[in-house]
């Protein structure tokens, strides 16, 4: 049987991985640069990220007060999380970014015609963000909470960090998400209800709604995959008595998770989509 991750790896993973499940979230897009304000910036931000011990810990609680009928705004939190990408890592020259797999290093851009952005999902038509004129994209913030003050303070702090580590990141290009109100409420915004495609990730989360249980490895390195491979090593081994760590990227921790972002216009989704 796979390995899994254990309490004390909670504290070495990010949280989004067992659901933030917040009403409000934003994601800030920051460019470094040059090596020295990036890695200023990811260790200022390493204190900052909430790991999977404290959000699955709040979850459970959050759980816990639905079941008794209590105030579920008594306790209100937030989140944040950082993604780095490839480029990212090469910049800051973080230990052993080298080893991640094939298709991260390449990025999307790179490989639009395999994934098959092409036409009006060209990289050209994407999000200002990731506009081909703009700053090139080297960390993702991702912030979430309850409240939208509790969003905006919680942003608020970590531009101060952007700032004073002299990276950039420019206002207009946040995405922000919330929550959809009224008979909406529980649906994604292409109408669907939200969460039913969560899986169990055995050790770090189960799903509510008898999803499948995926292996901790095809989310996060150093644990083995679907395959009983240890994902983030270059070659499958027979046997794995220690899960191994990557060292040197404080921000992602010690057992970096994989996090694919992607936008797509509704109209396209649904015009294609049978």
């Not at 910049?91 to 036409?119: C, K, N, S, W, Y």
Request: a negative charge; charged letters at 25%.
């Amino acid at each position: 049987m796979a390995k899994q991750p254990a309490h004390d790896d909670l504290l070495d993973i990010q949280g989004n991985l067992v659901g933030f499940l917040k009403d409000h979230q934003r994601l800030l897009f920051v460019n470094f640069p040059d090596p020295a304000s990036g890695k200023r910036f990811v260790g200022a931000m390493a204190d900052e990220v909430n790991s999977a011990s404290e959000v699955r810990a709040y979850n459970r609680r959050y759980k816990d007060m639905v079941k008794r009928h209590e105030d579920l705004l008594s306790e209100p939190a937030d989140w944040v999380n950082v993604a780095l990408r490839a480029s990212g890592l090469a910049l800051i020259a973080a230990p052993g970014h080298e080893t991640f797999p094939q298709a991260f290093q390449q990025g999307m851009r790179e490989r639009a015609a395999e994934l098959g952005d092409v036409d009006s999902s060209d990289p050209s038509a994407w999000v200002r963000a990731f506009a081909p004129a703009a700053p090139a994209v080297h960390a993702v913030v991702i912030i979430a909470a309850d409240l939208p003050d509790l969003l905006d303070d919680r942003t608020s702090k970590v531009r101060e960090i952007i700032q004073s580590s002299g990276v950039s990141e420019n206002p207009a290009n946040a995405e922000d998400g919330n929550a959809r109100p009224g008979e909406f409420r529980g649906h994604e915004h292409f109408g669907f209800k939200d969460g039913i495609s969560q899986p169990s990730i055995p050790g770090l989360v189960s799903s509510s709604r008898g999803g499948d249980s995926i292996a901790a490895g095809e989310f996060v390195l150093g644990y083995e995959d679907q395959d009983g491979h240890v994902a983030g090593t270059a070659v499958p081994q027979a046997e794995h008595p220690t899960q191994p760590s990557v060292p040197g990227i404080p921000i992602q921790r010690r057992r970096p998770p994989l996090t694919c972002l992607r936008g797509r216009a509704m109209a396209l989704f649904w015009s294609t989509g049978d």
